[in-house]
C-alpha cells in the first residue's frame, strides 16, 4: 500500500500539483477547465438518452435526478447493504424518479416463482441496485468537488464518506461502470490524508488532483444513474416484448398474396424461437416489434425491405394483414401457427 501511495504521489508532483506545498500557477488553470468539463459532459449525456417513440414519454418527462440526488443525500449517504438501499428505491428514490411501478413490484416481492419470472423481477432488482449505487457514487463525487471547490478540504476527508459500512458498500460494487474512478479518488484522497497527518492540519493541500478525479466519479456515475434509470422506465414494454415473442414462437404456415405480380400466391413456413432467446434473429428479419396483438416485422434482403403489418387472431394461432416492400409489391398475409414454440 506504501508503495501505490508513493507511485501515486509522483505521478500528481510530476504534473507540477505538489502534496506538499501550496497550488502552483500551473495547476490553476485546470480548475476553470473543471466546470466546464462537467456542463459539456451532461450536456452530452442528454443528448446520448434514447429518442422517445409516438407512444412513449417526451424527453420533457425525464425527473429532475440531480434534484432528487440532493434532496436525499443524506439517505444516499446511510446506505450499508443492497437491503437497505432497495428498501429506499421502493420508498422513497423510485418514486421521486418517476418509477413507482417498477417500486411497488419489488415492494411486493417475494413473488411464485412463475410470476416473478415474467415480470422479470430478478432483473429489475439488480436494476434498482445499480442505480441506487450510481446515485450514491454521484453524491459522493458531487460533495467532493464541491467541497474541494470551496477549498474545505479538511471536510473532505472523511465526513462526505459516510459511515465505513457505506464505504464497504460502494467498494463492493466491483462491476459498477464508476468503481475504477471511485478508487481512483479514494487513493488521492488517503494521499492529502496521510500528508496532513504527517505534516500538520495546517498544511495547504493541493485542490486539482481532487477535483479532477472527482469530476471524473461524478460524470461516469451519473451517466450509469441515467441508463439504469431509462433501463427501468423501460422495464414494462420490455415484458410486453417477451410476451408478444412467446406468443409468435413456434412455426408458421404464411400464405402472401402479391397484387403487384399478377396475384401471385407464395408459401413459405417460419419459425420464430422462444422469447428472450440468445439466437440470432431469422436470417433477413432486421426489426421485429410486437405489442399486444400488433405485429411489426421488417425484413431487409440483398437490398430490399419489406414490412409486415400483422394482428393475431384465433387466441394467437392465426396472423392476419399486409405486406409492402420495396420493388412495388403490396397485398396480404395469412398465416397459421403449424407447431408450438420449442424452448
Known sequence: MVRKVSRLRERLEAGGCQLDARLPRACRPALMKIGFILVIASASLFGALPHAGADESLPGSIPDIPSVVRTYADQLTEIESDKEATSLFISTIGPALQLSDAARTLGALPLPAKVSKELLAPDLAAAALRLMGSLAAWHFASSVRQAAGDQQLRMVTEPLFGSPRTRAWLD??????WHDALQQLSGV????????????????????????????????????????????????????????????????????????????????????????????????????????????????????????SLQFSKEGQRLEGTFINSQGGWGSISGKKTADCVP
Open 172 to 177: 463492493q460494487q466491483e462491476k459498477a461502470p
Open 189 to 308: 484522497m488517503d494521499i492529502l490524508e496521510s500528508t496532513k497527518r504527517n505534516q500538520g492540519n495546517s498544511t495547504a493541500v493541493p485542490l486539482v488532483p481532487v477535483l479532477e478525479r472527482a469530476t471524473r466519479l461524478e460524470l461516469v456515475a451519473m451517466q450509469a444513474g441515467y441508463q439504469e434509470w431509462d433501463r427501468i422506465r423501460n422495464w414494462k414494454d420490455q415484458i410486453r416484448r417477451l410476451r408478444g415473442q412467446a406468443r409468435l414462437c413456434g412455426t408458421w404456415q404464411w400464405t402472401i398474396h402479391n397484387h403487384h405480380q399478377h396475384h401471385r400466391e407464395q408459401k413459405a413456413s417460419i419459425q420464430f424461437p422462444p422469447a428472450g432467446s440468445t439466437q440470432a434473429m431469422l436470417p433477413g428479419l432486421a426489426e421485429m416489434i410486437i405489442l399486444g396483438d400488433n405485429v411489426y416485422l421488417r425484413w431487409e434482403i440483398d437490398g430490399r425491405v419489406q414490412e409486415d
